[in-house]
């Protein structure tokens, strides 16, 4: 299994953060697990985003609930996130994962990660 | 501030073994969620080294262990080898924020 972030690498504050996860290895269809985003920010911890099934059920982290969607794109087995708003608090890492189903699932696959600096 | 609590720094010598400490709440770990830790390398992306509370993935060591008591997990790492020289995460869920949560991190260094 294996799981490729792509996106811009720059975006301008109050604009939206796109990226997208492509995944081989895996069908997002086979229903077994939920599709992940987690970011660090520069010399800090892991912060959890959200997760998606690919029945299009979503859970996010409260803290950015207002801001963050994640789907699921069926055509090319990927699933994306988009943060609007955003600040330079936002700029970190951004990985993408495959996560065991539950409360507490942990993510057996992830991508290399992907820089993305909020900056003007 | 982390929801769990790890040391910020951990050392050890060459074959010795450590431990890292995952300390929470009855909102978390003591609420029966599972403990999962994570290994990540500079530069790289985490690595999953330990789930449910004490199994490991095929390919990881058995140098690697995980236990959970209480409102605590726990990592330890016997043998340590100049390789094991990473950041250690400890992950669980929190019913009362309703998030998944990561311990801050510990770095460990091997002497």
């Known amino acids: 299994v294996q799981l490729q972030e792509s996106g811009p690498g720059l975006v301008k504050p109050s604009q939206t953060l796109s990226l997208t996860c492509t995944v081989s290895?895996?069908?997002?269809?086979?229903?077994?697990?939920?599709w992940t985003w987690i970011r660090q920010r520069p010399g800090k911890g892991l912060e959890w985003i959200g997760y998606i099934y690919y029945s299009g059920t979503t859970y996010y982290n409260p803290s950015l609930k207002s801001r963050v969607t994640i789907s699921i794109e069926t055509s090319g087995n990927q699933f994306s996130l988009k943060l609007t708003s955003v600040t330079a608090a936002d700029t970190a890492v951004y990985y993408c994962?495959?996560?065991?189903?539950?409360?507490?699932?942990?993510?057996?696959?992830w991508g290399l990660g992907t820089q993305v600096t909020v900056s003007s | 501030q982390s929801v769990l609590t790890q040391p910020p720094s951990v050392s050890g010598a060459p074959g010795q073994r450590v431990t890292i400490s995952c300390t929470g709440s009855?909102?978390?770990?003591?609420?029966?969620?599972?403990v999962h830790w994570y290994q990540q390398l500079p530069g790289k992306a985490p690595k999953l080294l330990v789930y449910?509370?004490?199994n490991r993935p095929s390919g990881v060591p058995d140098r690697f262990s995980g236990s959970k008591s209480g409102t605590s997990g726990s990592l330890a790492i016997t043998g340590l080898q100049a390789e094991d020289e990473a950041d250690y995460y400890c992950q669980s869920y929190d019913t009362r924020l309703s998030v998944l949560v990561f311990g801050g991190g510990t770095k460990l260094t091997v002497l």
């Open positions: 449910g509370n004490n």
């Open positions: 290895g895996d069908s997002l269809s086979s229903g077994d697990y939920s």
């Open positions: 994962t495959r996560s065991q189903r539950g409360y507490s699932g942990y993510s057996d696959y």
């Open positions: 009855s909102s978390n770990i003591g609420a029966y969620y599972d």
